[in-house]
């Protein structure tokens, strides 16, 4: 469409019909600091609170870039009884074996979380913590 146009035509020509050029968010090397230091210990949803201007997408393409990588197969393994992790909606889930049936207590984000549920319906179920 712009053949035979460089770059600088384009800009002025974009501008004469008020048009904004996009807007490029660089990013910091604070931010890539905080991304080597914490993203493959603590994954999306903790650097995205910690950097509350950048997406998920962007986080992980720029992980990506920095050849990092957030194994949550690591993070998904809980030392409490009857907290399991569920990887396709990256929540802690509490169950627990009543009557021969598993019942769910609910997602949790965090195991923590998760597991005080638990401690909390396993004294209310009478069962072994």
Do not use: C
């Not at 993070?75 to 509490?94: A, E, G, L, M, P």
């Amino acid at each position: 469409i712009l053949k035979n146009k460089d770059r600088n035509a384009i800009h002025i020509k974009a501008k004469s019909l008020g048009l904004k050029p996009p807007i490029v968010n660089y990013w910091t090397d604070e931010e890539d600091n905080i991304l080597r230091e914490y993203f493959e210990d603590i994954g999306y949803e903790k650097i995205m609170e910690m950097l509350p201007n950048r997406t998920r997408a962007s986080i992980s393409k720029r992980a990506k870039k920095l050849g990092l990588y957030y194994d949550v197969t690591k993070h998904s393994i809980s030392k409490y009884k009857n907290v399991y992790y569920v990887k396709n909606q990256n929540k802690w889930n509490v169950r627990i074996k009543i009557d021969g049936k598993y019942k769910s207590f609910g997602y949790y984000k965090t195991k923590d979380e998760a597991a005080k549920v638990a401690y909390q319906k396993a004294l209310e179920y009478e069962k072994a913590i």
